[in-house]
């Protein structure tokens, strides 16, 4: 199963833009990119999903890099809301299955 | 409309006991998945069921572990014979989508403690 690497944990101030990297060397061509979130005490939630371009929602943006080794999610004004521990995983639309690394925890400043 | 839930919200056992923690997905999704979460670390994937097909048990640490889904909709994981280690908030989620998108909705999870 393809792996990604995210740093442990990040810091931002309240209302500044957010990037969170994701490392995804071994990814296939199959391989869809996903992001989740999980608030504190709430099982994770959607956030996006990319194959190879980038892609835009209400919640945040997601950019690829053109040889899909890494991809970095965008929050693009951060809210107190947003503290949360942000998980890179690599989905193959064949076998479904997700695997979660340890994730990001994002801390966010008043 | 209502989302994932799962009950207990919290279970405390011991050594040796069997446990039953229940899953009741949303409404009409077809896939169902079953993950466990230790203190401070990701998910780790235990088993999917989707539709009518036998499920893929292979994230199941051991033989004490089982799950079923009955008529296609609540879905039930035993541990029997539970041990300090299986103490971790079991996550159940759903989805309507098994395909590319896949958005999973998550429960808020049975946190388990085995003393």
């Known amino acids: 199963d393809a792996k990604t690497t995210q740093p442990n944990s990040m810091e931002s101030n309240e209302e500044e833009p957010v990037h969170l990297p994701c490392n995804h060397s071994?990814?296939?061509?199959?391989?869809?990119i996903h992001w989740y979130r999980q608030l504190p005490s709430q099982g994770p939630e959607y956030v996006i999903h990319g194959l190879t371009s980038n892609v835009n929602n209400r919640m945040a943006s997601l950019a690829i890099a053109e040889d899909r080794k890494s991809s970095t999610l965008i929050l693009h004004r951060a809210t107190l809301r947003d503290a949360a521990v942000y998980y890179c995983?690599?989905?193959?639309?064949?076998?479904?299955?997700?695997?979660f690394g340890t994730g990001t925890r994002l801390k966010v400043l008043a | 409309g209502a989302g994932v839930s799962q009950s207990p919200s919290n279970k405390v056992t011991e050594k040796g006991k069997d446990v039953e923690l229940r899953c009741d997905p949303i409404?009409?999704?077809?896939?169902l998945y079953w993950y466990r979460q230790s203190l401070g670390q990701g998910l780790e994937f235990l088993i999917y069921?989707?539709?009518?097909?036998?499920?893929?048990k292979s994230g199941l640490p051991s033989d004490r572990f089982s799950a079923e889904r009955t008529g296609g909709s609540v879905s039930t994981l035993t541990i029997q014979r539970t041990q300090q280690e299986d103490s971790a908030v079991y996550l159940c989620?759903?989805?309507?989508?098994?395909?590319?998108?896949?958005?999973?909705?998550f429960g808020p999870g049975t946190r388990l403690t085995v003393l």
């Open positions: 071994t990814i296939s061509g199959t391989d869809y």
């Open positions: 409404s009409g999704h077809t896939a």
């Open positions: 069921f989707q539709g009518n097909s036998a499920p893929d």
């Open positions: 995983i690599l989905r193959d639309v064949v076998t479904y299955k997700y695997i």
């Open positions: 989620a759903s989805s309507d989508d098994p395909g590319v998108v896949n958005e999973q909705f």
